[in-house]
T-cell receptor, first 107, second 112 residues
């Protein structure tokens, strides 16, 4: 099956800093999503981005499907950005997730 | 549109008991998938239902089962609970394959 790896596993940022999270996947995919898991456990949709680039406020994402990776950019980080970020790729509707990147933004 | 809802939100059960979790998808979504999240194994796919039929299944023992009703609501059942079944159970809905999936708030199950 598809393997998904995320890096770095942990990230500590000072408020206002920029960062890049990476998601590598082992096979070509036609579906990639980024999520932010809130403190109560719910996965909040950030991007549905099988290819190309999208932006939503201070967040943006780029997927290069031919090279099997996706990047999530956080600019001008805020304390509310803290949490765990997951990427997931789907075969059929089965999402395979990476191990997540735990982000801590310090004030 | 209302989001995906899951009930109950928290549950404490004893080893050997069984449990039923419920998921109501976003209106119009016919696919419901279930995932288990544990600190050791991360997020793992349990199964997917579409139009009342199981369409895909993950690598979990037969104690884990599910079903989907004609209104697309889904339930999952875990029989003969083990301590290792303690986890956050998440369900996700989408219109069909190839669409963005949306997750519910989860049910946190503790087995003692």
């Amino acid at each position: 099956g598809i393997q998904v790896e995320q890096s770095p596993p942990d990230l500590i940022l000072q408020e206002g800093a920029n960062s890049t999270l990476r998601c590598n996947f082992s096979d070509s995919v036609n579906n990639l999503q980024w999520f932010h898991q809130n403190p109560w456990g719910q996965l909040i949709n950030l991007f549905y981005i099988p290819s190309g680039t999208k932006q939503n406020g201070r967040l943006s994402a780029t997927t290069v499907a031919t090279e099997r990776y996706s990047l999530l950019y956080i600019s001008s980080s805020q304390t509310t950005d803290s949490g765990v970020y997951f990427c997931g790729t789907a075969a059929g509707n089965k999402l395979t997730f990476g191990g997540g990147t735990r982000v801590l933004v310090k004030p | 549109k209302a989001g995906v809802t899951q009930t109950p939100r928290y549950l404490i059960k004893t080893r050997g008991q069984q449990v039923t979790l419920s998921c109501s998808p976003i209106s119009g979504h016919r696919s419901v998938s279930w995932y288990q999240q544990t600190p050791g194994q991360g997020l793992q796919f349990l199964f997917e239902y579409f139009s009342e039929t199981q369409r895909n299944k993950g690598n979990f023992p037969g104690r884990f089962s599910g079903r989907q009703f004609s209104n697309s609501r889904s339930e999952m059942n875990v029989s003969t609970l083990e301590l290792g079944d303690s986890a956050l159970y998440l369900c996700a809905s989408s219109p069909d394959r190839g669409y963005e999936q949306y997750f519910g708030p989860g049910t946190r199950l503790t087995v003692t």
